[in-house]
């Protein structure tokens, strides 16, 4: 059976979405969102996190489709933009308690 290498755009997009994941800040802002959605300073107050800090991540994590936000008046509500990405850190949650038990 020929080999069918990976398309290298996606193969970059990929790569930047576990780039994403590798960040210990945005994956509590990611368990956060997959519990509850949240404001900015929601989120903050929950992290005891600076909210530039906060906002920050949240727009890298926009920018790759891995929250969304509704707008009610002038606040903005974040919650995790589907479930694929909260299934793979679930998986990689899994994965780590069960390696290191």
Avoid: G, W
Avoid at 4 to 18: G, M, R
Avoid at 59 to 72: F, G
């Amino acid at each position: 059976m020929p080999y069918n290498p990976i398309d290298p755009a996606l193969l970059e997009n990929v790569s930047q979405i576990f780039k994403a994941l590798s960040d210990p800040t945005r994956l509590k802002i990611l368990h956060l969102l997959s519990e509850q959605e949240c404001s900015v300073s929601e989120i903050t107050k929950h992290l005891d996190m600076k909210q530039s800090t906060i906002s920050h991540q949240l727009k890298y994590l926009k920018q790759l489709h891995l929250v969304k936000y509704r707008r009610v008046k002038t606040m903005y509500y974040y919650s995790p933009d589907d479930d694929h990405v909260m299934s793979l850190l679930e998986q990689a949650m899994k994965h780590t308690k069960h390696t290191i038990s």
